[in-house]
């Protein structure tokens, strides 16, 4: 299974576009690419997922890389509520996650 | 409703004690999921019930024991626990073979054993 490496932690100035980064190196060609967040107490919530192309929803941007070693989450405008830890996952063929160690995010005022 | 529910929300238990968790969803998911997660950490995957059958088992220990009486409950029985289970219970659900296996996550049991 395919391996993620993030950084540890991440700042970013509330109002600012938080981009975080994910390395993939060993992802398959049928393995998805998933971002996750959790809160602090509170489950895990989804957020965005691609497997070639760049994707976005209401919630954030995913750019991959073309030979999808690497993929950068980008939140566009950054609120103290994003303040979290984001987790960068493959999603192997068997429909399992294969969870990266996150990036805890910080949003300062 | 997008909601996965789970009770109790805290626990603390005894090594002989016998407990179970609770999860409940209705959004007509037929995969269901139990993670463990200790601070600072991800989630690990426990078990896997895909239309009420266990298929993936991660080699958890018998002292755990899940069951999915219907497509809309999973339960984790817990008996003669250590004190190195103590951890955040979670449960999601996800529907099992869609393109999309987004899974959603209810808000975790926070066991302690003592």
């Known amino acids: 299974d395919a391996k993620t490496t993030q950084p540890t932690s991440m700042d970013c100035a509330e109002g600012r576009a938080a981009n975080l980064p994910c390395n993939h190196s060993?992802?398959?060609?049928?393995?998805?690419v998933y971002w996750y967040r959790q809160i602090h107490s509170q489950g895990p919530q989804y957020i965005i997922h691609?497997?070639?192309?760049?994707e976005t929803n209401e919630m954030a941007s995913l750019i991959i890389t073309e030979d999808r070693k690497s993929s950068t989450l980008i939140l566009p405008h950054a609120t103290l509520r994003d303040t979290a830890v984001y987790y960068c996952?493959?999603?192997?063929?068997?429909?399992?996650?294969?969870w990266g160690a996150g990036t805890k995010l910080i949003i300062k005022p | 409703d997008t909601e996965v529910t789970q009770t109790p929300k805290h626990l603390v238990m005894g090594m002989t004690n016998k407990k179970s968790l609770k999860c409940e969803q209705h959004?007509?998911?037929?995969?269901m999921y139990w993670y463990k997660q200790k601070a600072k950490k991800p989630p690990e995957l426990m078990f896997v019930?895909?239309?009420?059958?266990?298929?993936i088992n991660e080699s958890v220990p018998s002292r755990f024991s899940p069951e999915c009486p219907n497509s809309s409950l999973l339960n984790l029985h817990l008996h003669a626990l250590q004190p190195e289970d103590s951890a955040l219970y979670l449960c999601?659900?996800?529907?099992?073979?869609?393109?999309?296996?987004?899974?959603?996550f209810g808000p975790g049991t926070r066991l302690t054993v003592t």
């Open positions: 999601a659900s996800s529907q099992p073979t869609s393109g999309n296996n987004e899974q959603y």
């Open positions: 959004m007509g998911h037929r995969a």
């Open positions: 019930y895909s239309y009420e059958k266990l298929s």
């Open positions: 060993t992802i398959s060609g049928n393995e998805y």
């Open positions: 691609g497997l070639k192309n760049n």
């Open positions: 996952i493959v999603r192997n063929s068997n429909y399992q996650l294969i």
